[in-house]
């Protein structure tokens, strides 16, 4: 794909389009501009819903974005993850915070544990599986289609 294709279609991370409408959405709630703001908030669901990461374990919400812990500079993320244990049956839930901040080669993710949601013992093998996940999401190149549609170009 050609840099004139890729301009044209406003392609970027993933990151970047989240962090700009939820700025977007932010200047337009502080201008009491009501209609740009459900478009942003709209946008802001369709891009967690349609490209990050759910199923195997990320169970919970569709839209895990913390719009209020979140920063133009820093996008955090309240992932809910549904444990297995040895025999292959869900044994409780999890939540891990996911942190993205920019970097020179694209996005920095961190995972910490958030608040235990049941009785099981926390796998810290899931926070690095976590990480890779929502990294290789945010990295996404996504862009817009003549139609509007958001699709991602390249993983």
Not at 8 to 34: P, Q
Not at 86 to 95: L, P
Not at 140 to 152: C, D, E, F, I
Request: glycine share 8%.
């Amino acid at each position: 794909m050609t840099g004139t294709i890729e301009q044209a279609l406003g392609v970027r991370t993933l990151a970047s389009w989240i962090a700009d409408t939820l700025s977007a959405k932010r200047a337009c709630d502080r201008d009491d501009n009501a209609e740009w703001s459900r478009r942003h908030a709209e946008t802001l669901a369709t891009l967690q819903r349609q490209f990050l990461p759910h199923g195997s374990g990320i169970d919970g919400t569709r839209e895990p974005l913390d719009k209020d812990a979140s920063r133009a500079d820093r996008l955090v993320f309240n992932v809910d993850y549904h444990a297995m244990d040895e025999n292959g049956m869900y044994c409780g839930w999890f939540r891990y915070i996911v942190v993205a901040t920019p970097s020179f080669d694209g996005v920095d993710v961190s995972v910490r544990r958030g608040q235990r949601r049941s009785r099981a013992f926390y796998d810290d093998g899931a926070m690095d599986w976590i990480a890779d996940c929502f990294r290789t999401a945010l990295s996404a190149k996504v862009g817009h289609m003549p139609s509007g549609a958001l699709v991602a170009i390249e993983h």
